[in-house]
């Protein structure tokens, strides 16, 4: 059983009075922004993959071209791409509350699932059980589902048909005796943002490890991992403004635990024990990229000098209270929009900025009539045919999906509900 003091979450951290994002300011970090081919498309695709910031690329830029080889030699270029791939580690743990070998990279999180899904499947005795739910991206359900086959009990914690929300009341029975959830920090076909915290002190006070999928919510502002009180935390890096990987926090008790899948001789070191195979330097190294755009927000704000969670708690607010300004004028248009049924919450506080849209025409088709506008939207069941199914809809049919993050402008915020009038 894990046992860990988790914060309380109801005691609220002192806040860091700071300015308000300026979206141009923002918006100047962002290559993309600056992008001749780009200037006349607006954007609400970023729950498929985010825009980089600008030091993400330029330290993928100077990884390869001043140091693309072996690190952690002596020599000077081998040296410092071994220390930039230190500092990502360090820096991002320092973000996000937890300590540097508590994080490890991979190729994507559907990868990192898998990988521990397979030290699970070492671990845990047929009869045991896990809980799983409908409401999961396919990443954090299927491959927990599969150890079905070496004798796991698999339980679902199955989603409200009608709101398609996640209900701790039901989860409580399907938690005795089981020793692993798996859930959603944030659907991203039903955008609501389940309250993390309390979730894992339920499964926390009946001895469950938690395995949170946190690729929704992550790009929405970097959480406070050891605050939200889970086992494990997974997020994808190209979503949050970075390269294309995925970043997995593995708490200590249970990452020493789990059996490790890694080169025998490489599982002392906590961060590369669900490692199997060698890390992609460059793109490891600059996901310190991520920590220098959250350090300069916070710096643009005003911040005073704090330690990194605190800096990070801080842009995460702010980039939430943008978020929910630029959110609430498209959930009220689409709710005047009868022939609409619009997925999760109306209330812009409650819900990442990833709206799922079902109409009388399949999600693709609405999508593809976007483009002719020049807005990037995407149609179809986003690899989460469960929730879809569980909420009563077909996903061969699918959603049209539009999501945007703090980045976004009013005026493509503007541009999106005009062109929607013409298409919907
Ligand atoms: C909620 C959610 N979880 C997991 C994934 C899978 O992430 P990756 O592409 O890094 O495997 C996605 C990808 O879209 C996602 O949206």
Redesign the pocket.
Same mark, same amino acid.
């Given at each position: 059983m894990i046992t860990r003091a988790i914060v309380d979450p109801h005691k609220p951290r002192r806040p860091i009075p700071l300015k308000t994002l300026d979206p141009q300011f923002v918006r100047a970090l962002f290559p993309a922004f600056q992008e001749p081919s780009l200037a006349d498309q607006a954007f609400f695709e970023s729950? +498929? +993959?985010s825009y980089p910031c600008r030091f993400v690329t330029e330290r993928l830029e100077r990884f390869y071209r001043e140091r693309k080889v072996q690190p952690y030699w002596a020599f000077p270029a081998s040296r410092v791409g071994g220390d930039e791939m230190d500092e990502a580690r360090k820096r991002l743990s320092g973000m996000l509350g937890v300590e540097p070998d508590e994080v490890a990279f991979g190729? %994507?999180?559907?990868? @990192? *699932?898998y990988v521990l899904a397979q030290a699970f499947r070492e671990w845990l005795e047929p009869g045991d059980a896990i809980v799983v739910t409908n409401q #999961? =991206?396919?990443? @954090?359900t299927g491959a927990w589902r599969r150890l079905a086959q070496s004798g796991i009990e698999v339980r679902e914690w199955q989603i409200d048909p009608e709101t398609g929300q996640l209900n701790p009341e039901t989860l409580k029975p399907l938690l005795k005796g089981a020793r692993l959830l798996c859930f959603?920090h944030? %659907? @991203?076909v039903i955008g609501e943002i389940n309250d993390v915290a309390a979730i894992t002190r339920l499964a926390s006070a009946a001895g469950v490890a938690t395995c949170v #999928?946190g *690729?929704?919510y992550a790009p929405h502002g970097f959480p406070n991992v050891a605050d939200l009180g889970c086992d494990i935390y997974?997020f %994808?890096a !190209?979503?949050t403004y970075g390269p =294309?990987q +995925?970043i997995m926090v593995v708490r200590r008790d249970l990452g020493e635990m789990l059996p490790a899948q890694c080169h025998d001789f490489n599982k002392d070191a906590l961060y590369k024990r669900f490692t199997p195979a060698g890390d992609d330097h460059a793109q490891v190294a600059a996901c310190a990229g991520m920590a220098d755009y959250v350090d300069t927000l916070y710096a643009e704000m005003g911040g005073p000098q704090a330690p990194p969670a605190s800096r990070a708690a801080a842009v995460h607010d702010a980039m939430r209270a943008r978020e929910t300004e630029l959110l609430e004028p498209l959930l009220d248009f689409l709710a005047t929009k009868n022939s609409l049924r619009v997925i999760g919450p109306l209330d812009a506080r409650k819900r990442a900025p990833t709206v799922g849209i079902l109409a009388n025409r399949p999600g693709e088709d609405i999508a593809s009539d976007l483009a002719a506008h020049n807005i990037n939207a995407g149609g179809g069941d986003? !690899? %989460?045919p469960r929730p879809l199914k569980a909420i009563g809809i077909d996903p061969a049919h699918g959603l049209l999906r539009l999501s945007f993050t703090h980045y976004t402008s009013d005026a493509e915020l503007d541009r999106l509900i005009s062109a929607l009038d013409h298409v919907l």
């Open positions: 729950a +498929g +993959g190729p %994507s999180t559907t990868q @990192n *699932v #999961d =991206h396919e990443a @954090n959603p944030c %659907s @991203n #999928d *690729v929704s997974m %994808s !190209y979503k =294309h +995925g986003f !690899y %989460s």
